[in-house]
């Protein structure tokens, strides 16, 4: 038997304000987009605030249905928004933020495990990372360079 170590470095901020000036910006664009999320089921509001290489923005919030399955989170709603209308263009940085409307979250609250596959597929299509920034409603903001730290064994194309 062989034991294999994982380690992942992220970086965290203890506040939205120590962040570069830019990405306080497309932080609060998320906020904004987040709260016309639709979630009357989890009343769990997220929003995306994607900078592209083209320095576009593209905003995504979740979308709940009644038959859950059929939901959509933020992180994928900009995602494949970006891929259909800018399918060149690299995904730079990734603003995460999260709001419970039945407490205050103030944990950074990282992509679920789907969005992280999601993210993954398209900093391997386009061969550069993503900076991912998240956080809750208020408090620390927490900084990955790359999706790897989030989800370090991908499963990829290589596999099929």
Do not use: W
């Amino acid at each position: 038997m062989k034991e294999i170590e994982i380690k992942s470095t992220l970086q965290v901020y203890d506040s939205l304000e120590e962040l570069p000036q830019d990405i306080q910006n497309l932080m609060q664009q998320s906020f904004k987009i987040r709260d016309q999320a639709y979630a009357p089921y989890s009343e769990f509001l997220v929003g995306a605030a994607l900078l592209l290489e083209n320095q576009e923005v593209i905003l995504g919030n979740n979308q709940e249905n009644a038959c859950y399955p059929s939901g959509l989170c933020a992180e994928r709603v900009a995602i494949y928004s970006a891929g259909a209308n800018f399918p060149d263009i690299p995904i730079v940085t990734m603003a995460l933020s999260a709001k419970s409307l039945k407490h205050q979250l103030i944990t950074p609250t990282p992509p679920c495990g789907a969005c992280r596959q999601s993210i993954a597929e398209y900093e391997l299509k386009q061969k550069k990372p993503i900076e991912i920034y998240f956080m809750g409603e208020t408090g620390k903001v927490v900084k990955s360079s790359s999706l790897a730290n989030l989800l370090p064994l991908i499963f990829d194309n290589s596999y099929l």
